[in-house]
């Protein structure tokens, strides 16, 4: 039975509003702010630690890691994709007695705002207004995830919600109880929402171990270089557990190798570390729990806190995620047939001499049911409506209709690559046979001194393994369905909501109250940040829906990847090097700033195979220099004095660096029980 098969009951549903309700409620009770900027804005600085580290997590974590961690889970990336939140671990350590010291001490309400504080109000300017115009793209893409989840989940179920019907209620239930209530009623509404998602991760793995342990037989990855699937007949005397590490050793392990497409070990020495210093440090949607923190303590404790979450939610994700393919391989070989019908296509126009790909027009249902692995059958059927009403159980065959089959084209110097570890065992008679065809096309590019382009080939739809075990392995009609369906909404609202009040704060803060109305008293800048959270919620609703347009949301995302590279190392080396190097003059803020603009462009441009990781850390590199020469060349006559410019105890917290010291270590013991030589054992 396919994922496409699960039925939402009623109690599902009433379970669903009943959680909408909630949060709703919980953050309108939470919204008196009392016309005060740092009431709404910071939450009147009264945050504890318990708030702060639920709030960060809630604020972290959406659809990209139920859906898109636990689709890489499925592939053969397996647990290493959970280095995103282990090295997010002890980054918060850094960061709660690296930076936010500092950041309390200057008693700011943003980011940029330290920038003025250390260096100039133009570093300051530059850094608002760019972070504004990226937070409008993410607005939008987290929208448009979010309601892609839940709407294709609605289909599922047998219910139709439009991408439009989807953003709009994440906008709106987001927008409510923000516009009213500020930092204050996010924090609240994330502790629901926080606490909801890590046990709704919770309960989707119980019940895929749960499942795993009546399995009769299990697909299992055995390289993570050759990604071979082998279905595996299980004993029914092993345990669950046992049957889970022998069918997955090989993707137990934090370490792929350097030449990986996806994460190679060697982006965990210096890439990833840039974008997460960023994230948790200096993101402002992030970073403004922290600043809303009672005391030093209080913030210390809740970051450390969020850190030592960050350790268990690859086990309620990725765990889940690894299971899935090992119960449900087959229909995710399904679900990829439209992707495989494409790339295939191509291929088969590019080398019509090719032995394994059939061209047949209008196959009778017989044909299709009888059709044997081995060759695939490319099915034309004479238009979309026609091809709708065939249901496609084999993989190896591929249905596309007539108009489609004819504007599909392929460059003659097009390259098919094999980036999905697994598909290689599907048709390994096939894969030699690319193999070939790509070497005669990489010959004759090189000796015509042209490009060529690249066509990948997929034949597993790992995306789809959160919908898998949503449809398989929860019991039906026990409401549990509706919870973790309302837990997903949650990572997403609670996610649209931190942007939502971020940006709101920033615009306010360092936009309208500096330039555009330096007088305007609280009651006003209060005033604009409210509307101004209506506004960036009205773009990110109508913004969603057309990212589901395949002419541009590839596009789309590719910029918001890219984009915060234009500013985020820049930003980092600033506030790293400012706080650092206490001689080091104004003008650095603004130089690093620039300079990572023009040279990440340039490099871009000039080095367009450069990977945009590695292009961050050259810019780093670069701006880090350019500070040290001139602090070298004219540096401060006396060391920068970072006055405490607000009242709040800074007395550091003995538990918490305890504490963090324990998170570092206990993710450092998990590196090592998950590298290839304790799991080859």
Partial sequence: MGAETFRIYT???????????????????????????????????????????????????????????????????????????????????????GFLPY???????????????????????????????????LLGSVTYSGALTISTLAAKGGYTLTLFEGSLIIGIVAMIYVTAGGLKACAWADLIQGSALILGGAVIMYFAFKKLGIASEAAMVVSPETGEVVM????????????????????????????????????????????????????????QRTLGSASLSQGQKGIVFA???????????????????????????IEAVYNTTTSLTRYYKANPQTKFVE?????????????????????IFPDADSLKKVKINNPFVLPIAKSEYDKIFVSPLTIFTTEDHSWRSVNKELAKEIDEYNANVNANAKASGQLTSVEKLIAFKYDTALAQLLGNVLPQGSGLLGFVIAALLGAVVSSLAAMLNAGSTIFAIDIYKKHLSPNASQITVVRVGRVSVVIFAIIAIA??????????????????????????????????????????????GI???????????????????????????????????????????????????FKQNINIDLKSSKPAAVAGVFVVILTIVLYIIFSPLVMAK
């Fill in 103 to 137: 950041f309390l001490r200057a008693g700011i309400f943003t980011m940029p705002e330290f920038l003025e504080y250390r260096f100039t109000s133009g570093a300051r300017t530059f850094m608002a207004v760019a972070t504004v115009l990226i937070y409008l793209l």
């Fill in 307 to 333: 850190a030592f979450m960050k350790l268990i939610i690859p086990f309620v994700i990725v765990i889940p995620g690894i299971i899935a393919f090992n119960l449900y391989s087959k229909q995710m070989q």
């Fill in 359 to 379: 061209i047949v027009e209008q196959p009778t249902e017989d044909k299709i049911n009888s059709w044997q692995p081995g060759r695939y059958m490319i099915a």
């Fill in 232 to 287: 595996k007949t299980l004993s029914p005397d092993s345990g669950t557990f046992e049957r889970f590490v022998d069918l997955n050793r090989t993707r137990l392990n934090m370490f792929l190798p350097s030449t990986d497409t996806i994460l190679p070990w060697t982006a965990l020495l210096l890439g990833l570390w840039i974008p997460n210093f960023y994230y948790w440090g200096l993101n402002q949607y992030i970073t």
């Fill in 543 to 588: 913004l969603a829906p057309q990212l589901g347009n395949p002419k541009i949301s590839n596009s789309i995302f590719t910029i918001i990847q890219e984009s915060q590279g234009f500013i985020s190392p820049g930003i980092l080396a600033a506030f790293a090097f400012g706080i650092i190097v206490r001689r080091a003059p104004p003008i650095c």
């Fill in 591 to 641: 130089v690093s700033l620039m300079t990572n603009l023009v040279a990440y462009g340039a490099l871009k441009l000039a080095v367009p195979s450069l990977q945009f990781l590695n292009r961050m850390a050259v810019c780093f590199g670069l701006c880090v220099l350019l500070m040290t020469i001139i602090t070298l060349v004219k540096p401060l006559p006396k060391p920068m004095e």
């Fill in 11 to 97: 109690v599902d549903i009433v379970v669903f509003v009943l959680f909408i309700i909630a949060v709703v409620t919980v953050g309108m009770l939470k919204s008196k702010t009392e016309g005060s900027s740092e009431n709404y804005f910071l939450a009147g600085r009264g945050l504890k630690w318990w708030l702060i580290g639920f709030s960060l997590i809630a604020a972290n974590i959406s659809t990209e890691q139920f859906v898109g961690m636990s689709g890489n889970a499925a592939s053969h990336v397996g647990l290493a994709i959970a280095s995103y939140e282990w090295m997010a671990a002890i980054t918060l350590v850094v960061v709660a007695f």
